[in-house]
Every structure is written in C-alpha cells, then in structure tokens.
C-alpha cells in the first residue's frame, strides 16, 4: 500500500467528523424551524428521530475508525512517529501545530517523519 493509499484511509476520520458536524447543523435547522412555525406533529417528531439514528450510526462508525486508527499508529515502535501521526490524523493538527507542540521549528521536517512513519506503518 503507497503512503498516499495510507493517507486517504487515515483522513477518513477526519471526513467522518465533517459529516457529523454537517448531520448536527441539519438536525439543529429541523428543530429550529419547528420551533418558530410551531409545528410539533408526529411527522416532524419522525424526522427527527430519523436524524437522531443516522447521527448515533456516524457517531459509532467514527468511533470504531479512531480506535481502528490508534491501533495501527500504536504497532509503530517509535514514539515520535506515533505522536505526529496521533496529532495529523486524531487531532486534525497541521503540520505547523505539530511542529510547534513537538517542539520543533520546521513543519517540513515533520512532513518528513510523518512520510516516514506512514511507510514503515501497516494498515
């Protein structure tokens, strides 16, 4: 598998907290408008609970992706490794952010370890 293979499975976390936040905002706007034409009928009782499943099901298919995720960074046997992948790919840091917890002061060189702890990475 190529390190850029092993990126896009990894940022799958990443969009799967994006449709959340996006499932969230449209579940909020439901209510919203709910609210401010008065409306509470079964209909709009039913969407809402349709909502609420498709949110609990994202919600745990982003939480087996995190743990699914961790393992694979947790097989590496170097800490720094771990570290700048748990901070890309778990926090959603950019390399700048990571430099700058790591304390290192160049993001190219974070690039650099990231390349290299996804090569020597299993997925």
Avoid: F, P, W
């Amino acid at each position: 598998m190529t390190i850029q293979q092993k990126r896009e499975i990894l940022k799958q976390y990443k969009y799967t907290l994006i449709e959340i936040d996006r499932l969230l905002d449209e579940r909020a706007q439901l209510r919203a408008r709910a609210k401010k034409i008065g409306v509470n009928s079964d209909a709009v009782n039913e969407e809402l609970q349709k909502a609420d499943k498709i949110l609990i099901n994202k919600i745990d298919e982003q939480i087996k992706l995190q743990e699914y995720i961790e393992n694979c960074i947790d097989k590496l046997d170097n800490q720094k490794y771990i570290k700048i992948l748990k901070y890309r790919y778990i926090n959603l840091c950019t390399h700048k952010e990571i430099a700058k917890k790591m304390c290192y002061c160049d993001e190219r060189y974070i690039r650099k370890l990231e390349s290299n702890a996804l090569n020597k990475m299993i997925i």
